[in-house]
């Protein structure tokens, strides 16, 4: 019997990989969000696009008995969106809203089995001051203390899962994304995250250009190159875990060196200009033990590898982009 599966954010960067896994698996798939995909040319069997946010359009939507629901659809963006704290009430509110209503109405229909994504933002932000050596492990996430509103309504969220998993038995599935990234994403407007904008940045420069890079650029990060996150997710979903449960990369650089990682991938020398700018947390890397522990399998890809198809894909954005203005001019 084909399999039936819902996925919310389907318009998004990782929704859409993981809509073209499932499909390759052979589900059907209805994929849902407040816009189409811009980039990914493949399609859900069904695509709906309407606001999560709107109790009657997610009646709509959980219409059906679904054997797997993914709840990735969320108000977010990189750095220069969630730490500008210009755009907190909306990020709570809208994220908040969804994760309320997707609940309740999979509750009525009485479908089990779902997935969130949530996030590293969740972890406390006195545990990640040292750059060399943050503390993301699971069981860390208390006594909370997010450094962004963000992440504030992604522990939030997290809660509300599990509250429906203990009070109406939900079989629910809990990741924390740690800096997903890969073509077909956002990569330019400011809602991008980091190795996008390095990779647009570095794309459009010279030989020896100069870039911008915020603060000192020794902040610590791991990133995940998107295709392993959807073999995570969905190890995760068809596991007998709950959750929460890391899903990132622990190989950890600074930012600094990931410019410098970039800028040899394109085959350029690039000087650093180092600006004020939101930062986050002074350093995080995944902690993977718990994951390797529960389901046998962590990510293992380099971020090298990650970055040369990240770079090859954002390039070719930037020189299309470049031809289109051309082509007006």
């Known amino acids: 019997m084909t399999k039936s599966v819902l996925v919310c954010g389907a318009g998004g960067f990782i929704g859409g990989h993981l809509v073209r896994r499932l499909l390759e698996e052979g589900c ?13 040319s493949h399609l859900a069997t069904e695509f709906m696009v309407g606001d999560l946010c709107d109790q009657q359009f997610v009646a709509k939507v959980v219409d059906r008995d679904y054997d797997e629901v993914y709840q990735l659809a969320a108000d977010m963006g990189g750095a220069g969106y969630i730490f500008s704290g210009e755009n ?36 406390p932000a006195y545990n990640q001051t040292d750059p060399d050596n943050p ?57 991008e995250k980091a190795p996008a904008a390095i990779c647009r940045k570095i794309a459009m420069a010279a030989a020896e250009d100069e870039i911008e890079v915020w603060g000192d650029g020794c902040q610590t990060r791991s990133f995940l190159y998107v295709d392993e996150c ?7 979903m068809r596991s ?18 990931m410019v410098d990682l970039v800028a040899d991938i394109a085959g350029k020398k690039i000087h650093k200009r180092h600006i004020p700018g939101p930062l986050g947390v002074r350093g995080r890397n995944s902690d993977n033990r718990l994951i390797r522990e529960t389901l046998d399998w962590a990510p293992s890809d380099s971020l090298r590898a990650g970055l040369e198809k990240t770079y090859a894909w954002v390039s070719q954005q930037v020189e299309q982009s470049f031809a289109a203005v051309e082509r007006v001019a």
């Open 28 to 40: 059907w798939v209805r994929g849902v969000d407040s816009k189409r995909h811009e980039y990914a």
């Open 88 to 123: 907190d009430a909306a990020i709570m509110q809208n994220s908040a809203s969804i994760n309320l209503n997707m609940l309740d109405a999979c509750h009525r229909r009485t479908i089990g089995r779902i997935f969130y994504s949530s996030s590293a933002c969740i972890y």
């Open 135 to 191: 503390n993301c492990a699971e069981d860390s996430a208390y006594p909370a203390a997010p450094d962004s509103e963000y992440g504030w309504e992604k522990l939030f969220s997290e809660r509300l899962y599990m509250a429906y998993r203990h009070n109406y038995g939900m079989d629910v599935h809990v990741a924390r994304y740690h800096n997903i990234f890969g073509p077909e994403g956002t990569w330019t407007g400011g809602r």
């Open 230 to 236: 959807i073999e995570g997710t969905l190890r995760l």
């Open 240 to 257: 007998g875990s709950c959750g929460p449960l890391n899903i990132g990369s622990d190989e950890m650089v600074t930012i600094n060196q």
